[in-house]
Nanobody, 130 residues
Framework: QLQLVESGGGLVQSGGSLRLVCTAS????????IGWVRQAPGKEREGVSS????????NYAYSVGGRFTITKDNAKDTVYLEMNSLKPEDTAVYFC???????????????????????WGQGTQVTVSS
């Protein structure tokens, strides 16, 4: 069974940092573009960041630009989302998602378009206290 697994969430104070980790079970992430999407209570899902499969091209939502960094390490078959200067409004469940296809080898999926993703993880909770 093909699965994505997120880890690294938790409770942190405003201004703090967390690093989320996304790994795969049943397949390797090498040929997949990866995105991070979050959903806060009572709100719609919001694209946060995405990375192409091979060349490190990335996209970021305006709300996290300069604070979050996505890194796809194909050697370790792992994707990271480094989150710094966290704010209470970053509180959400964070999901990683994988997009298959050569379209994404050297271009990251659009932050605004979740339809490109083929596989999703179960999510990890991030809570930022004020």
């Amino acid at each position: 069974q093909l699965q994505l697994v997120e880890s690294g969430g938790g409770l942190v104070q405003s201004g703090g940092s967390l690093r989320l980790v996304c790994t795969a079970s049943g397949f390797t992430l090498t040929h997949y573009a990866i995105g991070w999407v979050r959903q806060a209570p009572g709100k719609e899902r919001e694209g946060v960041s995405s990375s192409s499969a091979f060349d490190g091209s990335t996209n970021y939502a305006y709300s996290v630009g300069g604070r979050f960094t996505i890194t796809k390490d194909n050697a370790k078959d792992t994707v990271y989302l480094e989150m710094n200067s966290l704010k209470p409004e970053d509180t959400a469940v964070y999901f990683c998602a994988a997009a298959d296809g050569s379209s994404w080898y050297y271009q990251p999926p659009s932050i605004a378009d979740e339809a490109e993703y083929d596989y999703w993880g179960q999510g990890t909770q991030v809570t930022v206290s004020s």
